[in-house]
């Protein structure tokens, strides 16, 4: 069973920088496209960044120029580098993984963005 587990979270002021990290274990990481969503109070959630498992990297538009999405295939993890972090980024923001079809999720790591 795959699991994730996100850190990094916390509170940041805007036009700071803030570095999540999501664990992969449980399966073949290298097989695993995997990314980031977040949700808003009162929002659905959102696809934030992408990796695939080639590297290559998707981003929303909200975030392109701003945030880097990075895997490190030796420690199976996912990182997320948030730059120039602006009060709407603030959200609760939730690591996933596509493993074989099946789509997995963490339990999620608080961002707070203060002005």
């Given at each position: 069973?795959v699991?994730l587990v996100e850190?990094g979270?916390?509170?940041?002021q805007?036009?700071?920088?803030?570095?999540?990290?999501?664990?992969?274990?449980g399966?073949?990481f290298?097989?695993a496209?995997?990314?980031?969503?977040?949700?808003?109070?009162?929002?659905?959630r959102?696809?934030?960044?992408?990796i695939?498992?080639?590297?290559?990297?998707?981003?929303?538009?909200?975030?392109?120029?701003?945030?880097?999405?990075s895997?490190?295939?030796?420690?199976?993890?996912v990182d997320l580098?948030?730059?120039?972090?602006?009060p709407?980024?603030?959200?609760v923001?939730?690591c996933y993984?596509d493993?074989?079809?099946?789509?997995?999720?963490?339990?999620g790591?608080l961002?707070t963005?203060?002005s």
């Open positions: 069973q699991q850190s979270g916390g509170l940041v805007a036009g700071g920088s803030l570095r999540l990290s999501c664990a992969f274990s399966g073949i290298g097989v496209g995997m990314g980031w969503y977040r949700q808003a109070p009162g929002k659905e959102d696809l934030v960044a992408g695939s498992t080639s590297e290559t990297p998707t981003y929303a538009e909200s975030v392109k120029g701003r945030f880097t999405i895997r490190d295939n030796a420690k199976n993890t580098q948030m730059n120039s972090v602006k709407e980024d603030t959200a923001y939730y993984s493993h074989y079809g099946v789509r997995y999720w963490g339990k790591t961002v963005v203060s």
